[in-house]
């Protein structure tokens, strides 16, 4: 590409608390780099929704679904590209300080507009407002600006030179030098103007926040998503580079690409000339003749190749050893009867074209004879691979697989070597084995109580070979597993296939989750079934599921039992291939999405030792015999008769499955014996189990509290807070004065008289959680400075103190939690609330959890989720239903943010902040017709309700298992939880007060005078903040603090003489 070099210096800054700047002072002229800063291509993608758009440009950071809908790849006449729409856009990095200001820069896009509207936006950055300061890019019918958006007299249209219902490539540049603004429409300049002043595109919102690049939409004044410009479009390409290309470079790029979008054929042979210049060796597309010739002497000539969809230098295509051409013209009886040379397997049916010989007569698994058309070539009701790989003959109707025969699929890891592993090894009949989602990293062997098993941390997979046709649609199926889940979820998948999305039972997902309707078996809607209660965690657990599509019943099993059945008054119809036709993989620990992609949730948590997979309905006695062969490994017998299960035995060096005496011993002195402390499920080896302050024994044999929990009458005091203050552990309020006795402490009465209540007059953060003081690495407790007793404790793995984008937080990838003290009465239902937090979220998902109590699952109002999401709904808070709230756009990834949440009983109504700003608001009483009611404890009926307890980064699922998803990806570096709802006021002081310490110092300009000897830096200040300026002349060695106590984004340094070298940076003080 053609360049101009500009006199002016351009500086490379970085983000962060510390900005860093280096100047060479020289009288040579400055180096100018021409760059690709975005490069997306969707021309080779495949079809179907697609959430993040890999940005392979120069600048960090791909573009990330920001809607309540992910953008499609579709296909458009010749050519592919992603389908936007009024629910569909990405959000990108942050624009770099090389493309704001006056900067020159170039955007080129292909774009296929179906229909004509004024503004439509293709790609954005600045923020609209003001003269000169946003950059929309736009395919729009509108004279001043349907073309780019500058705001105000510098926007300028397409002079009509715009064309809908086809692909067309698109250009904008901007030459700062000149002040120039053009347009190209394929290759072709479309108009131009000179502005009368300046570009000054901004770099930062209203409030000083970086800006994001964004594709189909604008950004608002606040940075946020603007709804002006919105339509329905389809993009192929869109690159950016941060010079203004010339004419002829553009028309180079329309000429290099057009092929790609638009079919042309110059020669008239039927063959495009896109096609034809993929074999350059022997086609051309200015001579006709090629068309009849047969390069690969497969039978058919390059236009029938084509026509064919085949590789005219390849005589067979699919690879089924068969040529193209005897597949083309493949008779039977004298009539055509063709099979797909592009498809190894036209019938779809396991065995490819090449051994289907059609003859009648079964040879061996090389030569069936079977017809390559027909799935069941002999009607018997079993598809010809299925016949073959059970050993039976698929032209003879007599001859077909017995029950009883062996699995399709054995996976088993009892044998398998600890460590990773990144691929299991299916010895079962059907070919092909289990690959790990990153083989780089996979799944590890690992030993639970005794047993080797494949563990599963809620991200990974394996996906096998394609389902094969005879277990899809209504086909009978078996499954058994082995599994140890220490917490149960939801749903949590342990093998599926077919896929998500419906209709009813197009699904097929055998899972071991606590949801009543579909925690045992998802197939989507009505044929869902639960494991009816009969399903255990942290123990080994022999599951298996069973359909028998004869009798029409369903059957899950436990430990070798009957655990839940159902009859289905409809046939199953289970998916084999997803929305783009290609066969649906058997997967391990997920499901299939309906374009065939693994789900991004629901994916199981857990330890798997085997799996086998059978073709058939197993009844209750194989089953149960099954369990029997195999559970003295997996420790469910008591060996000892003790009263202790082997399995649980083993957990604890002190207990002997095989020694019987140990039952009536107290290994922890804390008045339980061993067999007491497994039939209660308080630990053998903890005195205090949850952490209240008191001994187990006490709790169960004098006080009658709860062990497993630490705050019994959910007061707001522990049990051992209880007995200390002598207020009653089994009464949340001692001196019945309508206030619970942890409210009166927190708020500084006294609990055990009734005429001393509780004042409201002070603001008392109940939850404070703060990094700032913490080392860094991991952290299993994150101490709680608020008033509440009780810390928070991690879940599994650990998350770790980092320092983010220059603050010291703690980051979390999706799968970290911690759960802390449990949630009192009195913010549980309709009480008043405040969370606010300190997060960074580098790309945002749709929920994504900061702080939760309550539980999910309903009804309206239930829940009290605080989230860090793009959804619309419940992007903000999940209350669950109607009461949801969203950020209503105004939410950024990749910097800092300030997010509050306030909930007034008194008004009903909810409101987020970002910012210091309200940013959305829902009446509740208006959603629901109540206020909310936010569950205190789990769905069990009482008295076995357990209180449910406040959790940071994930949801409670309604037993009361932390929810497995939507738990937040992101770094956080303080909560705040208040019993009151903070006033706007309040929440703006709290977000003024502390700005500064969360804020990016990014380097917005460097310049120097040569005559004055004078440098001067500027970047983006913070009010209230204090900055510091250090300098070094040799990068390695001590900076030396040459300006402190700043206040605002300027500083003028006299360096030495020209040609020496000095490092600068700016610190946050």
């Known amino acids: 590409m053609k360049t101009k070099s500009p006199d002016s210096v351009r500086v490379q800054s970085c983000r962060g608390l510390v900005a860093l700047a280096a100047l060479c002072f020289a009288a040579a002229s400055s180096t100018v780099w021409a760059a690709t800063v975005i490069d997306l291509d969707a021309t080779q993608l495949p079809e179907g929704p697609l959430n993040t758009w890999v940005n392979k440009g120069t600048l960090p950071g791909d573009f990330t679904s920001a809607g309540t809908t992910a953008p499609t790849v579709v296909k458009a006449k010749a050519g592919k590209g992603i389908q936007f729409s009024s629910t569909a856009h990405y959000v990108g990095p942050e624009v770099p300080t090389s493309l704001t200001g006056n900067a020159s820069r170039t955007i080129e896009a292909w774009v296929f507009n179906p229909t004509a509207q004024g503004e439509e936006t293709v790609f954005a950055w600045g923020r609209r407002g003001a003269d000169g300061i946003n950059c929309s890019f736009g395919h729009g019918t509108d004279l001043s600006f349907g073309a780019v958006g500058h705001w105000g007299t510098a926007d300028i249209g397409w002079e009509g030179n715009i064309t809908f219902g086809e692909w067309t490539y698109i250009v904008y540049t901007y030459d700062g030098d000149y002040q120039t603004t053009t347009v190209y429409k394929d290759g072709v300049v479309a108009n131009s103007e000179v502005l009368s002043s300046p570009l000054d595109t901004a770099a930062v919102s209203d409030s000083g926040a970086p800006l994001h690049f964004r594709v189909a939409r604008q950004n608002t004044a606040a940075g946020g998503v603007s709804g002006t410009g919105v339509g329905d479009i389809i993009i192929g390409k869109i690159r950016v580079h941060d010079v203004a290309l010339d004419a002829e470079t553009i028309l180079a790029h329309y000429n290099a690409e057009v092929d790609l979008f638009i079919e042309r054929d110059t020669d008239g042979d039927g063959m495009p000339d896109w096609w034809e210049s993929l074999y350059p060796a022997f086609l051309n597309i200015n001579d006709k003749s090629d068309a009849a010739l047969d390069q690969d002497n497969d039978g058919l000539t390059n236009l029938r190749e084509y026509q064919n969809k085949t590789m005219p230098d390849n005589p067979d295509t699919d690879g089924d050893g068969v040529k193209d051409g005897a597949e083309v013209d493949r008779t039977v009886g004298g009539s055509p009867a063709p099979t797909d040379p592009t498809k190894p397997d036209t019938d779809a049916d396991g065995l490819s074209d090449g051994v289907e010989t059609g003859t009648g007569v079964f040879q061996n698994a090389q030569d069936t004879g079977s017809d390559p058309l027909k799935t069941d070539t002999d009607d018997d009701t079993f598809g010809d691979w299925q016949e073959v790989l059970h050993g039976t003959n698929p032209c003879n109707a007599s001859s077909t697989p017995q029950d009883g025969r062996a699995p399709i699929v054995v996976l088993d890891a009892t044998k398998l070597p600890a460590g990773p592993l990144p691929t299991w090894d299916n010895t079962g009949l059907l070919p092909g084995d289990f690959l790990a989602r990153d083989t780089g990293a996979a799944p590890q062997v690992t030993t639970i109580l005794g047993v080797n098993g494949v563990q599963f941390d809620g991200n990974e997979y394996y996906t096998g070979p394609a389902a094969p046709s005879w277990v899809t649609g209504n086909g009978p199926h078996t499954v058994e597993a082995w599994v140890y889940n220490p917490s149960i979820a939801d749903e949590e998948t342990v093998f599926a296939w077919g896929r998500r999305g419906g209709g009813d039972g197009s699904n097929c997902s055998f899972n071991h989750g606590a949801n009543a309707a579909y925690g045992a078996v998802g197939h989507w809607g009505g044929p869902d079934l639960g494991w009816d209660g009969n399903i255990v965690a942290g123990q080994w657990t022999h599951i298996a599921y069973s359909w028998n599509p004869s009798t029409m019943y369903q059957t899950v099993y436990k430990d070798g039992q009957p ?172 001196d019945f004065d309508t206030f619970a006795d942890g409210l009166e402490v927190v708020r500084g009465s006294d609990p055990k008289s009734a005429g001393s209540v509780p004042s409201f007059e002070q603001t008392v953060a109940i939850i404070d959680v703060d990094a700032a003081n913490l080392p860094i690495g991991p952290l299993e407790f994150w101490p709680n400075n608020g008033a509440l007793h009780g810390r928070f404790k991690a879940g599994t793995p650990t998350p770790e103190v980092q320092i983010v984008g220059g603050v010291k937080a703690v980051t979390f990838d999706g799968t970290m939690y911690y759960s802390g003290p449990v949630a009192p009465t009195w913010m549980v239902g309709d009480s008043a609330r405040t969370v606010e937090a300190w997060v960074y979220n580098p790309q945002i998902a749709t929920e994504e959890t900061v702080f939760a109590w309550g539980r999910r699952g309903g009804p309206d109002g239930s829940n009290c989720s605080f989230n860090h999401g793009t959804d619309a709904v419940f992007g903000a808070v999940g209350h669950w239903g109607v009461a949801d709230v969203g950020w209503n756009g105004k939410i950024s990834a990749g910097q800092w943010n300030h997010i509050a949440y306030t909930y007034n009983p008194a008004t009903y109504e909810a409101i987020v902040y970002s910012a210091g700003q309200p940013a959305n608001t829902n009446d509740i009483f208006s959603a629901i017709g109540a206020g909310l009611n936010t569950h205190g404890v789990n769905d069990a009926p009482e008295p076995d309700a357990v209180p449910l307890t406040f959790l940071i980064a994930a949801q409670h699922d309604a037993n009361g298992a932390v929810t497995e998803t939507l738990r937040g990806s992101l770094s956080i570096a303080r909560i705040r939880v208040y019993d009151q709802a903070l006033s706007a006021d309040a929440i703006a002081q709290i977000y003024n007060a502390e700005v500064g310490k969360y804020s990016a110092i990014t380097i917005q300009s460097i310049t120097y005078n040569a005559a004055t000897d004078a440098l001067t830096i500027t970047w983006n200040a913070v009010p209230g903040a204090k900055y510091e300026v250090v300098a070094t002349s040799v990068l390695g060695t001590a900076w030396t603090p040459i300006a402190t106590d700043l206040t605002t984004g300027t500083y003028t340094d006299h360096p030495a003489t020209a040609g020496s070298q000095r490092f600068y940076r700016i610190r946050l003080k």
């Open 563 to 734: 655990a839940a059945s159902e009859y289905l008054a409809n046939p199953l119809a289970i998916w084999a291939v997803a929305t783009d036709g290609k066969p649906l993989p058997f997967r391990v620990a997920s499901q299939n999405d309906d374009n065939g992609s693994a789900t991004a949730g629901l994916r199981g948590s857990m330890t798997i030792a085997k799996i086998t997979v059978y073709d058939y309905a197993l009844d209750d006695a194989a089953i149960l015999q099954h369990y029997t062969s195999d559970a003295g490994t997996f420790g469910i017998l008591d060996e000892d008769n003790d009263g202790m299960p082997t399995w649980y035995e083993r957990q604890f060096d002190f207990l002997n499955p095989n020694d019987k005496s140990d039952a009536a011993k107290d290994q922890d002195s804390d008045g339980l014996t061993n067999l007491e402390e497994f039939q209660i499920g308080t630990r053998p080896d903890n005195p205090d189990t949850d952490d209240d302050g008191v001994l187990d024994g006490t709790e169960v044999k004098t006080l009658g509290t709860r062990p497993l929990v630490a705050d019994t009458d959910q007061d707001g005091l522990n049990d051992g807070q209880e007995v200390t203050a002598t207020t009653d552990p089994l009464n949340a309020d001692s």
